[in-house]
């Protein structure tokens, strides 16, 4: 016999995802719709309501339900009661019981009309069940949901026919034409179908709700599977890790694919950490999952993203969006990107000196010391460094990008820096600051707190637009000067 959706949808997507569209279980291969649709049903509770009305024809003369289950055979009556609700029980197997029954309250949460057929002791179970034969709608429950997001018509045989609770296809007008508009305003409730569109972060493929929690080049990745070129992909969770960013890690080939096919050296570093070692996943008491190669540690993961790493000879790094925490080991990456990601757990963070680029625009929560003395190119912009006990700059680096960054303090030496954009930046608390005379460029547009003298007459390209000069001199070429919008300087 098939599984209830019930028992399908609360083993796969929880318990109280199966509660929240129990009013829903009528709809036509509903485990199958919301496969996909992660662990938290409210935002499809509209969508699945669209799915679950019906077409209402309007009268013009609104008939009672009562008197039209009457003409059409049946001796109908409404079940505002507990008693009431099951006083139909008696015409049910044992092994065929509704499940009404034994919700005590569902006269509450629902409008309730049980019928029985007034010929009831001469209708025979046939000994091949069909869901909308005599037997199967001699007694029958139409029940709609008192908020309006849907209707199920129930069968006699219950859960031992495909959609019992679809019985008539759902429709009251099937079993006697007007009896919809009478059921609607009978009770004051819409109960019909109306277009509604699902949600973000939600997409439909095949009919298929996915909840999806990245899309990275036209591929969505949601829990355990991705969707590429209208194709869902599901993950084997047995082998398949994700990692985030769209990378996923196979356990038994030791390798790392991309679905999104990006132009990205994460992966190899990750292959590089494992290949030829004795793997294992330990699961940790607060919910992540450890990647172990003989021994050690490779990468914590939680939430289908990684949150801690050690992989530290890899020739690039991209960690962007990540929420890190724990240890971050990135002494050998030659360019690492951190851009966007919270790193305000990360207990210890060691980043290689000597990189050819180190990328931590939009970061919140860097703390102890920030060496980057031999890094060529520095981008740091938005972040805060209040929390960062000393910042190691290189003084001879090509470009250093600290626009709009909160808490800097100590000295910054960029004495030979050859691009410089400390625009909009907080240097209020800076003790010391060095700028290159002979720059390429240096913007100081909006900067704060610019304090000291500073001979910048042969840099080639100089912003001063919108900063505060009150305590800063600087002498400069007035014909070379540029401004934030473009032009020229007289």
């Known amino acids: 016999m098939k599984k209830e959706p019930f028992y399908i949808i609360k083993n796969r997507n929880g318990e109280r995802f199966a509660h929240a569209i129990q009013n829903f279980m009528n709809i036509p291969n509903i485990?199958?719709?919301?496969?996909?649709?992660?662990k938290d049903?409210?935002?499809?509770?509209?969508?699945?309501?669209?799915?679950?009305?019906?077409?209402?024809?309007?009268?013009?003369?609104?008939?009672d339900p009562i008197k039209l289950l009457n003409?059409?055979?049946?001796?109908?009556?409404?079940?505002?009661?507990?008693?009431?609700?099951?006083a139909i029980k008696k015409y049910f197997q044992s092994n065929e019981e509704l499940c009404t029954f034994?919700?005590?309250?569902?006269?509450?949460?629902?409008?309730?009309?049980?019928?029985?057929?007034?010929?009831?002791?001469?209708?025979?179970?046939?000994?091949?069940?069909?869901?909308?034969?005599?037997?199967?709608?001699?007694?029958?429950?139409?029940?709609?949901?008192?908020?309006?997001?849907?209707?199920?018509?129930?069968?006699?045989y219950n859960h031992h026919v495909i959609n019992p609770n679809k019985t008539f296809d759902g429709n009251p007008d099937n079993i006697i034409p007007g009896l919809s508009d009478a059921l609607k305003h009978r009770f004051n409730i819409d109960f019909s179908a109306r277009t509604v569109l699902l949600p973000k972060p939600f997409i439909l493929v095949d009919n298929q709700i996915c909840k999806y929690?990245?899309?990275i080049d036209n591929v969505f990745f949601g829990d355990d599977f991705y969707v590429k070129n209208g194709k869902i992909t599901q993950l084997d969770k047995g082998r398949q890790i994700q990692l985030g960013n769209g990378?996923?890690?196979?356990?038994?080939?030791?390798?790392v694919s991309n679905p999104a096919c990006l132009p990205d050296e994460f992966g190899n570093a990750i292959e590089s950490a494992i290949r030829n070692k004795k793997i294992q996943v330990i699961k940790n008491p607060d919910m992540t999952k450890s990647l172990v190669a003989d021994g050690e540690k490779v990468f914590d993961i939680k939430d289908n993203m990684i949150?801690?790493?050690?992989?530290?000879?890899?020739?690039?790094?991209?960690?962007s969006q990540k929420n890190l925490r724990g240890y971050l080991n990135a002494s050998y990456v030659n360019d690492l990107f951190l851009n966007h990601s919270q790193i305000k757990d990360v207990r210890k963070m060691l980043i290689n000196p000597h990189a050819e680029s180190i990328n931590m625009d939009y970061?919140?929560?860097?703390?102890?010391?920030?060496?980057?003395?031999?890094?060529?190119?520095?981008?740091?912009?938005?972040?805060?460094?209040?929390?960062?006990?000393?910042?190691?700059?290189?003084?001879?680096?090509?470009?250093?990008?600290?626009?709009?960054?909160?808490?800097?303090?100590?000295?910054?030496?960029?004495?030979?820096?050859?691009?410089?954009?400390?625009?909009?930046?907080?240097?209020?608390?800076?003790?010391?600051?060095?700028?290159?005379?002979?720059?390429?460029?240096?913007?100081?547009?909006?900067?704060?707190?610019?304090?000291?003298?500073?001979?910048?007459?042969?840099?080639?390209?100089?912003?001063?637009?919108?900063?505060?000069?009150?305590?800063?001199?600087?002498?400069c070429d007035i014909k070379k000067l540029a401004f934030s919008n473009g032009h020229s300087g007289h």
Do not use: W
């Open 213 to 215: 929690n990245q899309v």
């Open 363 to 475: 970061i919140h929560g860097l703390n102890g010391t920030i060496n980057m003395y031999d890094v060529n190119t520095i981008n740091a912009s938005h972040t805060d460094f209040t929390k960062v006990k000393k910042l190691i700059l290189n003084p001879n680096a090509h470009d250093v990008d600290l626009s709009y960054t909160t808490g800097l303090h100590g000295v910054l030496n960029m004495e030979n820096v050859k691009h410089i954009d400390l625009s909009y930046a907080d240097l209020t608390k800076v003790s010391v600051l060095k700028l290159n005379p002979r720059a390429v460029s240096i913007n100081l547009n909006g900067t704060v707190g610019l304090c000291g003298k500073f001979d910048l007459r042969y840099v080639k390209h100089l912003d001063i637009m919108f900063t505060d000069l009150s305590h800063a001199k600087i002498v």
């Open 41 to 63: 049903a409210t935002p499809l509770l509209l969508y699945l309501k669209s799915l679950n009305g019906i077409k209402i024809i309007d009268q013009s003369t609104h008939g």
């Open 247 to 255: 990378f996923i890690l196979d356990l038994h080939t030791k390798t």
């Open 102 to 156: 034994k919700d005590e309250y569902r006269f509450e949460r629902n409008f309730i009309i049980n019928a029985v057929r007034k010929n009831i002791n001469k209708i025979k179970r046939p000994d091949t069940p069909s869901r909308d034969d005599e037997y199967g709608t001699s007694v029958i429950s139409i029940q709609i949901a008192k908020d309006g997001s849907g209707i199920i018509i129930t069968n006699r």
């Open 31 to 38: 485990e199958e719709i919301v496969h996909f649709a992660g």
């Open 307 to 319: 949150v801690a790493i050690n992989t530290p000879r890899a020739n690039m790094l991209d960690l």
């Open 71 to 86: 003409m059409a055979g049946y001796n109908a009556y409404i079940a505002d009661t507990f008693e009431k609700q099951n």
